[in-house]
Nanobody, 128 residues
Framework: QVRLVESGGGLVQAGGSLSLSCAASGRSFTSYVMGWFRQAPGKERKFVGAINWSNGNIVYADSVKGRFTISRDNAKNTLYLQMNSLKPEDTAVYYC?????????????????????WGQGTQVTVSS
């Protein structure tokens, strides 16, 4: 059974940095695409970025491009989200997700409904 556990959230001032981790277990993730999403109170879940675990292709939402970086550690089966230059509007619960579905373009992975497995989320709060 696939299990995803996020960690690393917290409170940070605007302009600061945080690093989130997503520990994946249950099987090998070399064939998966892993994504990060976030959900602010009262709003829909939004795409942050995704990485193809096997070839390393990455796509980011425009709102985080140049500020957030996705990476992975194959040996640890762990996904990371490094967040720099944080803004109050980045405040949300951050989720990692995984899918085995295969699409031609990695941009297809910006949709939440293509993911089959989700973590429980970790809160990120950016104060102004």
């Amino acid at each position: 059974q696939v299990r995803l556990v996020e960690s690393g959230g917290g409170l940070v001032q605007a302009g600061g940095s945080l690093s989130l981790s997503c520990a994946a277990s249950g099987r090998s993730f070399t064939s998966y695409v892993m994504g990060w999403f976030r959900q602010a109170p009262g709003k829909e879940r939004k795409f942050v970025g995704a990485i193809n675990w096997s070839n390393g292709n990455i796509v980011y939402a425009d709102s985080v491009k140049g500020r957030f970086t996705i990476s992975r550690d194959n040996a640890k089966n762990t996904l990371y989200l490094q967040m720099n230059s944080l803004k109050p509007e980045d405040t949300a619960v951050y989720y990692c997700a995984a899918t085995l579905r295969s699409y031609y373009s990695i941009s297809a992975y910006s949709r939440a409904d293509v993911y089959d497995y989700w973590g429980q989320g970790t809160q990120v709060t950016v104060s102004s």
